[in-house]
């Protein structure tokens, strides 16, 4: 059975870093990556890791997240650092096949429950 998972979220003040984890099971993924969404709002992509080791990143992330996976593991990974307000969003792991890309979202057809991340000035 297909299944993502994450964990880690929480409040953290700005400036400051949070990692998210996403365990996948049931399946080799070729392309994992990151999706956010507040409330209201459109999801909207934020990095992607694909089975080369090849990554990409939102703008409005690039140079404070980092994605990362541990192949032995399953896992999938978020690094965030100088969190900000607008940061503050749902999270969610989503993988998908190797043309996929970190802001289409139809790409994708495996999706987690997500976790929320809570950032204050």
């Known amino acids: 059975q297909v299944h993502l998972a994450e964990s880690g979220g929480g409040s953290v003040q700005s400036g400051g870093s949070l990692r998210l984890s996403c365990e996948a099971s049931?399946?080799?993924?070729?392309?994992m990556a990151w999706f956010r969404q507040a409330p209201g709002k459109e999801r909207e992509g934020v990095a992607a890791i694909y089975s080369d080791g090849s990554t990409a990143y939102a703008d409005s992330v690039k140079g404070r997240f980092t994605v990362s996976r541990d192949n032995a593991k399953n896992t999938l990974y978020l690094q965030m650092s100088s969190l900000k307000p607008e940061d503050t969003d749902m999270y969610y792991c989503?993988?998908?096949?190797?043309?996929?890309?970190?802001?289409?979202?139809?790409?994708?057809?495996?999706w987690g429950q997500g976790t929320q991340v809570t950032g204050s000035s």
């Open positions: 989503a993988a998908g096949p190797f043309y996929s890309s970190y802001y289409a979202v139809s790409d994708f057809d495996t």
């Open positions: 049931g399946y080799d993924y070729t392309c």
